[in-house]
């Protein structure tokens, strides 16, 4: 696998006319953009410039980077680009051809882009085209028929209407305790990434005490895949700084569906090779190294990432048996 990342802090932005444009950063956000370029000349927090600076917000800006690609790519079988998040509605475009469009803030959106890419010394732009959030707010307000309160922010706010018709941060729009800067950018990582058979996306672990002797280490594979891989093997190993822990075997019985497969892992941890994480003031926070190892006919890929063992216990005996009124 190819991982190549996109983040830099030369990229272009411009606004829908390109009569305000600047040197962008990724991740980032339009805001902090316009302002490191001068184009904002005061702190948006001072005084009433949350109102002042809202034609940010109403207007639509494009994010434009370039790249070159090497010749030797092309033994790659898939190509893709991964957008950890966009804020918020947008289309994207590679070489002036449509690849995907977002509208959700919160997740991550995968595009396949081994037919839009050149190669060797050509040069390949990719165009991130971020629509106003406002407009897209009235938009979806006005087009639903069922009305959905509430309908806008209290006026003492000067904030703007509908943002629950959006899957954003819904106080870009004005809260109680803080102003209106309805946001606009690229604002997670962006990578391309080539690979063979599959990608290893994302790990998710969960620990828990099995007993007074071991910790049941689960961890969940998520995968995107093509077909079925049955010579697939994986191997996972713990680092506890004291011993490694280690379980490696054949995969995957589970089924490829909709280029996505899901698979589960199971490690006992013996409690005398680790330390229990703590909330600051109360101990240590100590953390272990989780190395994931996953090998196909074609391709090997690796991620490692950190975790901590920790219990979470709910107690609802009375403050105060003799006073109720104390609560629990």
Not at 130 to 155: E, G, L, T, W
């Amino acid at each position: 696998v190819f991982e190549w990342p996109l983040d830099s802090s030369s990229w272009r932005f411009a606004n829908r006319n390109a009569s305000v444009s600047g040197t962008g950063h990724v991740p980032g956000g339009v805001f902090a953009d316009l302002r490191s370029n001068g184009v904002l000349d005061e702190d948006p927090l001072r005084r009433y410039n949350d109102v002042a600076y809202r034609w940010v917000s109403e207007d639509d800006w494009t994010y434009t980077t370039t790249f070159k690609v090497n010749s030797s790519s092309k033994s790659f079988n898939k190509n893709y680009i991964i957008f950890d998040g966009i804020d918020t509605f947008s289309d994207i475009y590679l070489n002036k051809k449509l690849i995907g469009s977002t509208n959700n803030m919160f997740v991550r959106y995968t595009f396949s882009i081994e037919e839009f890419l050149k190669y060797q010394e050509e040069e390949n732009v990719l165009e991130v085209i971020i629509k106003s959030p406002i407009r897209m707010a009235n938009y979806f307000f006005n087009d639903y028929s069922n009305k959905i309160p509430p309908f806008c922010v209290p006026k003492e706010y000067n904030g703007e209407c509908h943002v629950n018709y959006l899957r954003k941060m819904q106080s870009s729009f004005g809260w109680d305790w803080g102003p209106a800067f309805p946001s606009v950018g690229i604002w997670k990582s962006v990578q391309i990434v080539m690979f063979q058979d599959i990608l290893l996306e994302d790990i998710k672990t969960q620990t828990i005490a099995a007993n007074t002797s071991h910790w049941l280490l689960k961890t969940d594979l998520y995968i995107k895949c093509f077909e079925s891989i049955p010579n697939a093997k994986f191997k996972l190993a713990l680092n506890t700084e004291k011993n490694i822990i280690s379980i490696e075997q054949k995969c995957c019985n589970d089924i490829c569906v909709e280029n996505e497969m899901h698979t589960e892992i199971e490690l006992y941890v013996p409690t005398t090779d680790i330390d229990t994480w703590w909330p600051n003031g109360y101990g240590k926070q100590p953390l272990y190294n989780l190395s994931i190892e996953f090998e196909t006919k074609n391709d090997v890929q690796s991620k490692t990432i950190s975790i901590g063992f920790r219990t979470a216990e709910l107690i609802q005996e009375p403050i105060d048996k003799n006073d109720p009124t104390l609560g629990i």
